[in-house]
């Protein structure tokens, strides 16, 4: 009933880890090292730590770091967290499967997923462990494929098994918002391919302790 798209499949055998091409362009290096360096100007990350979420061989935690943050990752395929181990990259490996695992290094004061989000068969247990694992003033990229665009242009091509989740602006707002995070933009980027959101966690609300008022008001 929200409107989230959800395929009705088997997970494939390798959902947990996150397979990318053998190198990135170019061209989507030096748009992800403008982008991550005002994402950390913009937040203050200069030197803080900061998660990614899925992080494969390294290719975007190598520019996050680059671009001046204290670089982390997780990563579930034993292979790739060693190769980015072997460059030296601070990676664990480890899938997260529920809201209380325990990530190394936590609390971070950022995090970002970038086009693993709809793999996850439970995104909300996914934002719910982050929450528990960043500090109480953290930011976050989500990105994802652009389903808003998919169904404009009619990429039915673009279904794949391996993606579980179909999320257009509203949905991934929602999904986010329902999560205990505040959207603080959503863009189209890349051509329209990917949507990218950036959250920020939700400010608890401190419950008044109104008995004694109660109290006094009765009597």
Known sequence: SCGLVQLDNELVPYYKDVIRATSVSEEMKFFRLDQFHRFILE????????????CGKGDYLSIMKEAGADAYGIEHCPTSAFCCNDKGLNVQSGYIDKASYKLNEAPFDAFFIMNFFEHLPNPNTTLECLSNNITEEAVGIIEVPNFDMMLSNNLFSEFIPDHIFYFTEKTLRSTVERAGFEVISCDSIWNDYILSVTVKKKKKIERLDLSEFYKKFYT
Request: charged content about 35%.
């Open 43 to 54: 937040n203050e990350l200069w030197s803080k730590k900061v998660l990614e979420v899925g």
